[in-house]
């Protein structure tokens, strides 16, 4: 194993040398706030954003739309992982923060005036998701243990059966489906949803590699370790809560302008929770990067190559989706992406 | 004005008296040794200072500021702080970066405070753990574990350390170099209370020994009276002796 690693890296080690002086170029700017990088993880990062960004130029009909839908779900993933990847306290109710954002965009134009501009639903939404993320997380992160998960689950049940109790207000079962989209036009619409999820994947990135990171991370290994460093964890852990509440609610009206509507199945039902809990775990937890990465692979290989290419059915479909999830789990629990970034620093060139 | 009152501490766990009406003070540029047979409770009383445990009844003053039912961050950030006896390091950062956590400002706006490489290795080498600073916590012998919780506890800057069984698990040379450098701290202006169930190690270091026996204050003197004093020795027969 470790020989062929060897190998394989003189060849690979050549070519890490010959990118390093660009990587050096990124070290030195930027390398004290996202961390170093050699020549191949330079490639790997900036070969993606160029692909992301160019991919209507290269990618046909279907993959963009699938890429547009991804992009969607890996703002989700990534703010699921900045509050429960690097705390520990597994939130299985992220997508009451997302459907909150959701609802109120649609409920806005729904019940108070339909000619509402998106410059006043787009911040009201998003602030509604902050509310209702520190309604969840202010009760609940003072709790230790399974406490906090429970709740968050049960925060999920009880916004779903709300939904058809207020059904004048919610539309019910079938939702609201009078909501604007952005455009119809399929690569702009691409660009209003991976133009966001770039800039959301920079700044938590940011944050994560930072001394709020830093304590994040801390509270999962040791919380009264935390404590005892003079931090307040519990205010540290609302914080995280809020921190994902708002991209989150960025994610929830996206979804909505890019659906046209609400609907309890689209936004609401805990099944939704978890595959953001799943992408993010696939991907690679705390690392923010990792849950991109898993949004991309998991829904364009769900949504284009079992759906376009393969003609799958969608039972088939969602069965492959959940068995790649238990293959990780149970065998790759650190995530594909860090598996592949912490390769790439095996096979790069020496630095030292 | 005393740097640490203990006034009337007590604390019940459900039925179980743990601590019952115990006084102590500690007063600045001392060293207190706290003894007590096992379960004697002397770590319940240094949880109830640290905001650990919620207190029963009696007070604890700090500065002359009372910190009975202030939370751990509280009594840290007030200069107390608290070398643990279970040495928990966090095993996914290097040493190095277990002592900078201790030093990150309690703000959501701080992105880059904390110490500097060359503070951080300046409270390392005041325990003589800076050449061990890019190891990870799993890599490094008892010693040297128990070592960085010292650095940790230096890193938050207290004026008065709480020590808990520090000479656990060590050899006679460790137990020897760490009462040296203990000393220097107080030499350096720390208070230090230092927790033991035995007085081996605390008869040259401490300047006065404070007994705790079921929870109860026994006894109060210099190391070579508390030595003599027979009700502590009675205590103490009970279990393993002096």
């Known amino acids: 194993m470790s020989s062929a690693t060897d190998r394989l890296s003189t060849a690979t080690g050549r070519i890490d040398q010959s990118l390093q002086p660009l990587a050096d170029v990124y070290n030195r700017l930027f390398g004290d706030y996202f961390g170093e990088m050699n020549g191949l993880q330079f490639v790997l990062i900036f070969g993606t954003a160029a692909a992301l960004l160019t991919a209507p130029f290269w990618g046909n009909f279907g993959l963009v739309r699938a890429m547009t839908v991804a992009a969607i779900w890996a703002i989700f993933a990534m703010s699921w992982d900045i509050q429960s990847g690097y705390t520990g306290y597994i939130s299985f109710g992220h997508s009451v923060l997302s459907g909150a954002a959701g609802y109120t965009t649609a409920m806005l134009i729904h019940n108070v005036n339909p000619e509402l501009s998106m410059m006043i639903t787009i911040p009201v939404s998003i602030f509604a998701a902050l509310v209702v993320g520190l309604l969840v997380a202010l009760p609940s992160l003072r709790l230790t243990g399974p406490y906090f998960s429970l709740i968050t689950f049960v925060a999920v049940l009880i916004f779903y059966r709300l939904i058809p109790s207020f059904s004048q207000y919610t539309g019910g079962e079938t939702g609201i489906q009078s909501v604007e989209v952005f455009t119809y036009a399929p690569v702009a619409r691409y660009y209003y949803m991976v133009v966001p999820m770039l800039l959301i994947a920079v700044v938590l990135t940011l944050i994560a590699r930072s001394n709020i990171g830093l304590i994040l991370m801390s509270i999962r290994e040791n919380e009264a370790a935390v404590n005892a460093a003079g931090i307040n964890a519990t205010k540290f852990k609302i914080f995280s809560f809020a921190l994902s509440s708002i991209p989150m609610g960025i994610g929830g009206v996206l979804l909505v302008h890019f659906s046209g509507g609400v609907d309890p199945t689209t936004f609401i039902v805990v099944d939704r929770s978890i595959e953001m809990i799943a992408i993010a775990v696939l991907g690679g937890m705390s690392s923010i990067l990792g849950p991109l990465g898993g949004a991309f692979f998991l829904i364009v290989l769900r949504d284009y190559i079992l759906t376009d290419i393969a003609n799958l059915g969608s039972s088939i479909r969602w069965t492959v989706f959940w068995a790649l999830v238990l293959l990780v789990l149970v065998f790759a629990r650190d995530g594909v992406f860090r598996k592949l970034w912490h390769g790439l620093d095996r096979i790069g060139g020496d630095r030292r | ?242």
Do not use: W
């Not at chain 2, 207190?55 to 007030?78: W, Y």
């Not at chain 2, 095993?91 to 400002?105: D, R, Y």
């Open chain 2, 1 to 242: 004005m005393s740097l640490l009152e203990v006034d009337g501490l007590t604390k019940k766990f459900g039925g179980l008296v743990a601590v019952d009406d115990f006084s102590f003070d500690v007063e600045e540029g001392e060293i207190v040794g706290l003894i007590g047979p096992n379960g004697s409770g002397k770590s319940t009383v240094f949880n109830c200072i640290m905001g650990l445990y919620d207190v029963t009844d009696g007070s604890i003053t700090f500065n002359g500021d009372d910190i009975t039912d202030d939370a751990t961050h509280e009594v840290v950030n007030k200069g107390l702080s608290r070398v643990s006896q279970e040495s928990n390091p966090i095993q996914e950062m290097p040493v190095a970066g277990n002592i900078k956590l201790f030093t990150l400002p309690n703000s959501i706006r701080s992105f880059y405070g904390g110490a500097s490489e060359e503070e951080i290795y300046e409270y390392a080498a005041r325990i003589d753990i800076e050449d061990k600073l890019h190891e990870m916590p799993s890599e490094l012998p008892h010693a040297d574990v128990r070592r960085l919780e010292i650095a940790k506890s230096l890193a938050t800057e207290p004026e008065l350390m709480l020590l808990d069984e520090p000479f656990a698990g060590m050899n006679q040379a460790e137990i020897a170099e760490l009462a040296d450098q203990i000393e220097g701290f107080r030499e350096e202006g720390m208070t230090m209370i230092v927790v033991d169930h035995n007085m081996g190690g605390l008869m040259e270091l401490v300047d006065r020994i404070v007994v705790l026996n079921n929870g109860d204050f026994l006894a109060e003197g210099t190391p070579e009276e508390i030595a003599e004093n027979e009700r502590v020795q009675e205590a103490y027969l009970a279990g393993e002796g002096l």
